[in-house]
């Protein structure tokens, strides 16, 4: 059964940090690219960042670099986002997401509410 558990979030005041976690199970999670969008109610999901199957290439959404890092553990199967410092703005539900192209497969967590406010 292909799990995607993501934790971490809950209520922190501007200026603060979080790191997000996404732990796995049920598929070769050191195949898979990952993902971490957000989304806002009435919004579609946005990309925030990605990271490939053995870490060695990430990316970020223009508008978020420099406050967001994206890692995995392949040995733990766990994706992480590091966010510093953190805005209003950054209040969202946040998911992991994993993708394979070779495997033709692609996963959703559940999502995990951060709320930025004072």
């Known amino acids: 059964q292909v799990q995607l558990v993501e934790s971490g979030g809950g209520l922190v005041q501007p200026g603060g940090s979080l790191t997000l976690s996404c732990a796995t199970s049920?598929?070769?999670?050191?195949?898979?690219?990952m993902t971490w969008y957000r989304q806002t109610p009435g919004k579609e999901h946005e990309l925030v960042a990605s990271?490939?199957?053995?870490?060695?290439?990430?990316s970020y959404a223009d508008s978020l670099k420099g406050r967001f890092t994206i890692s995995r553990d392949n040995a733990k199967n766990t994706l992480y986002l590091q966010i510093h410092p953190l805005k209003p703005e950054d209040t969202a539900v946040y998911y992991c997401?994993?993708?394979?192209?070779?495997?033709?497969?692609?996963?959703w967590g559940q999502g995990n509410q951060v709320t930025v406010s004072s």
């Open positions: 049920g598929f070769p999670f050191s195949s898979y690219d």
């Open positions: 990271i490939t199957s053995r870490g060695t290439r990430t």
């Open positions: 997401n994993a993708d394979s192209t070779y495997y033709e497969t692609n996963y």
